[in-house]
T-cell receptor
Framework: NAGVTQTPKFRVLKTGQSMTLLCAQDMNHEYMYWYRQDPGMGLRLIHYSVGEGTTAKGEVPDGYNVSRLKKQNFLLGLESAAPSQTSVYFCASNQKLHTGELFFGEGSRLTVL | GENVEQHPSTLSVQEGDSAVIKCTYSDSASNYFPWYKQELGKRPQLIIDIRSNVGEKKDQRIAVTLNKTAKHFSLHITETQPEDSAVYFC????????????FGKGTTLSVSS
C-alpha cells in the first residue's frame, strides 16, 4: 500500500495563478484533511471531509477550495495564489474522525512569488 | 472552537536527560489527545495518544499525562537519545460534529550527545 500520496511535491507559482493539489489514499479511509505548516505556526487545518461528496471548513479556510468527488481523493485548490499561501501542505486521512491516528502524506512545498 | 497552546517552543537537553512538553486546551468537550513527532523533512507520525478516561499512558521511554480538570496534558520522554531530536506536536479533538483534530504550534527538541 502506498498510504497517502500527494501530487505535486514542489511547485512555484506567481501571484494570481491557480493550482490544485491532489491527495490520494488507498486505505479506504472515510476522513481526509488538508493542513498547512508554517514555521512557528504548527499544523493548521484548512478543510476536511467526513466522506465522499462532503467538505467542511477548518481553522484557516480562506483562499482555498476543496472537493471530494471520490472517496480516495481529496483536492485542494488555490484559485488566485497569494504570497501568504507559501507553505508546506500536508494531506492526511484516517478511519475515525475524532479518535483515530492520522496518516500523513509526504507534504507539498508551495512557493508563491 | 478548540485552541491548543504548547510550551516550550524549543527545548535543548543532554543525552540521557528527561524532556517534558506541556499543552493546554480550551474546549472541555475534547476527549482525545495525540502526540505527533516530525523529523526534519519528514511527515508527522503518531507516537502516543491518550483518551479522556485515562490519566496516564506509557510506551517504553515516552509517557503522556492528562489533567482534565486543568485542561492540560504533557509528554514525558525519559533517557533522551539523539534520535529523539525532532518537532513534537500535541493535538486535541472534541468528539462532536463540525470539528476535527487541532494541533499546537510544536516544540523543537534538540538532544545533544
Amino acid at each position: 500500500n502506498a498510504g497517502v500520496t500527494q501530487t505535486p511535491k514542489f511547485r512555484v507559482l506567481k501571484t494570481g495563478q491557480s493550482m490544485t493539489l491532489l491527495c490520494a489514499q488507498d486505505m479506504n479511509h472515510e476522513y481526509m484533511y488538508w493542513y498547512r505548516q508554517d514555521p512557528g505556526m504548527g499544523l493548521r487545518l484548512i478543510h476536511y471531509s467526513v466522506g465522499e461528496g462532503t467538505t467542511a471548513k477548518g481553522e484557516v479556510p480562506d483562499g482555498y477550495n476543496v472537493s471530494r468527488l471520490k472517496k480516495q481523493n481529496f483536492l485542494l485548490g488555490l484559485e488566485s495564489a497569494a504570497p501568504s499561501q507559501t507553505s508546506v501542505y500536508f494531506c492526511a486521512s484516517n478511519q475515525k474522525l475524532h479518535t483515530g491516528e492520522l496518516f500523513f502524506g509526504e507534504g507539498s512545498r508551495l512557493t508563491v512569488l | 472552537g478548540e485552541n491548543v497552546e504548547q510550551h516550550p517552543s524549543t527545548l535543548s537537553v543532554q543525552e540521557g536527560d528527561s524532556a517534558v512538553i506541556k499543552c493546554t486546551y480550551s474546549d472541555s468537550a475534547s476527549n482525545y489527545f495525540p502526540w505527533y513527532k516530525q523529523e526534519l523533512g519528514k511527515r508527522p507520525q503518531l507516537i502516543i495518544d491518550i483518551r479522556s478516561n485515562v490519566g496516564e499512558k506509557k510506551d517504553q521511554r515516552i509517557a503522556v499525562t492528562l489533567n482534565k480538570t486543568a485542561k492540560h496534558f504533557s509528554l514525558h520522554i525519559t533517557e533522551t537519545q539523539p534520535e529523539d531530536s525532532a518537532v513534537y506536536f500535541c493535538a486535541a479533538s472534541p468528539n462532536q460534529a463540525g470539528t476535527a483534530l487541532i494541533f499546537g504550534k510544536g516544540t523543537t527538541l534538540s538532544v545533544s550527545s
